[in-house]
């Protein structure tokens, strides 16, 4: 089941995982599958379409773990000032890429690679309630998480405010982003230390 609004992805998978010991986007999941790969992959079962990821620290081991997969990489050069830096290359790259497609993606499916927890049944619910409404956040229990849905017409703001590790949290918040709860359909916790890893995983 796909969603209603013309939805890209984008998977930020450029920090080097400092408090994990090696970059969150080379660990794997029980099946062997890499959490880059994971994530790709359930972004576009969930309808997203094109799927753009962002690369950074270990850029050539990433990419190689993608070779197989239907997505676009974006490699963001100053990928150490934090989130904010990927935010910015993947929201560009698609600017760059639709600006003359009128049929292009209404929206961008924003996820950090470190949610293991996440299901396509959470993006398919902020990216449906997105159409019509700009930004839409998942929220866990109150809590705000991932995705985060930025409609085109805020990607321009979003490039220029995004800023050291915050990524968009303050343009969502200055903007008023709708909080969708999502507590329901997953668990949406970012995974950061070793220790915090869900069984199986490694």
């Not at 890429?97 to 993006?123: I, M």
């Not at 956040?137 to 800023?163: F, L, N």
């Amino acid at each position: 089941m796909k969603t209603n609004a013309r939805c890209a992805g984008l998977v930020l998978a450029a920090g080097a995982g400092r408090r994990m010991g090696r970059p969150k986007a080379l660990v794997r999941g029980p099946d062997g599958v890499s959490w880059v790969v994971r994530t790709a992959r359930l972004l576009a079962e969930a309808g997203c379409s094109p799927v753009v990821v962002v690369l950074g620290a270990a850029a050539d081991q990433v990419r190689a773990e993608l070779s197989n997969e239907p997505v676009e990489v974006v490699e963001a050069r100053d990928w150490t000032e934090g989130m904010s830096a990927s935010l910015r290359a993947g929201l560009s790259a698609l600017r760059t890429t639709s600006a003359s497609d009128v049929t292009g993606p209404e929206a961008v499916v924003v996820v950090p690679v470190d949610v293991p927890g996440l299901t396509p049944a959470v993006v398919r619910r902020v990216a449906d309630r997105a159409a019509g409404q700009g930004l839409v956040r998942a929220t866990y229990q109150g809590a705000p998480g991932h995705p985060v849905v930025i409609g085109r017409e805020h990607w321009d703001g979003v490039i220029a405010s995004a800023r050291g590790d915050e990524g968009a949290r303050g343009y969502l918040r200055e903007h008023r982003a709708e909080l969708v709860e999502c507590a329901d359909l997953a668990d949406g916790a970012d995974v950061d230390r070793v220790e915090e890893l869900p069984p199986g995983h490694g």
